[in-house]
């Protein structure tokens, strides 16, 4: 069993640092556009059997150390009663978006058994069909990244509309992130249960708010939701984006998160992040994933840039700093896998 990432998220010494990378599974193989072409996305994740075969597909072509089951942060939405549809070209689409008391009055909050058993299903066939070969990482959206969806409808720009009901409205809002971390604390105990032997917490948007905000309006749901887990020994990664001036700046407002490993992106220097956050709790990042685009010599410099920053200490794991993009060439994503595990820095 290939346990280094396990390893890694609880610091201690490894081999080699491990490295898996954030949305391996997806349009930049040619496998998983095959199976897209034949099925929507709501489908593949909703069909255990080809979920399965998705979160594979990743680990079945490069040397990775964990694989991540196929889902995605939306579709828990569903069962609260979002409709949710995955709009050719457009990306996520909510029709029906949460801007009154009353629409967040009526929003449900099922267990993850009744609402998501596909994905349960799911992580439950890839633990057996993975044999021990990697670890299997289940995931969830944060409270905030889910409620900016949930507010604006789709992706967004300013957040207008999500701080709007933040700042105007702070009863409703406070009553949608309680009921929204009540879900994503269920559906993570879930997924530890049925077998995910690491959880990761995207709070992809959090990046939008000040330090301040982000403390008051966000970080008591974040905790809140990972506190369904405080009884089971399971590393808990907590990751954004662009939240390098509270890494910097408000270090301590993420050392509140229960979570034993953070990830970071790359608009910030990984050991100036881990000093700032302190050597007891491991860091995963944080390469550009745009860096994949470049010659084998700029992705090995920069490879190694992150590398040479973590300096061997126990925790580091390799990622991109946020999701790998479509059109990645994968022969640049072997090599780089290579290369982490080949560093002796
Ligand atoms: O990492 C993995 O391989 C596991 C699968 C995974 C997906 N989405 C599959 C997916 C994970 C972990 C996610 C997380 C996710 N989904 C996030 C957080 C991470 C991040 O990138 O910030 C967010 C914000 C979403 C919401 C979402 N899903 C958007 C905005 C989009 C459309 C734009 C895009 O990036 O593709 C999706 C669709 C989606 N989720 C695809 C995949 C493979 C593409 C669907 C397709 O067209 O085939």
Redesign the pocket.
Known sequence: MNDRFLRACRREPVDCTPIW???????YMAE??AL?ERYA?LE?IRSPELAVE??LQ?IKRFDLDAA???????PPLIGMGIDLE?A?GE??VIHNPIRSRADVEALRVPQAAEHVPFTLEAIRLARRELDGKVPLIG?A?APF?LAS?MIEG??SRNYLLTKGLMYDDPATWHLLMDKLARLVGDYLLAQVRAGAQAV?L?D??AGCLSPSDYQQYVLPYTCQALAALADEDVPVIQ?S?GTAGIVLGAPQLLRQVPAGVIGVDWRVDLDVAWERLGYDVAIQGNLDPVVLFAGREVVERQAADVLTRARGRPGHIFNVG??IL?GTPVDTVAALIDFVHGWRG
Request: aromatic share 20%.
């Open positions: 990378l954030m949305r391996q599974a997806g349009r998983y556009r897209r996305m593949l998705v979160t990743p991540i089951i196929f889902a995605d942060i939306l995955f050719k990306g996520p995931f959206g990244t969806y789709g992706s990761q995207f992809s948007w990751f984006t946020h999701g479509p």
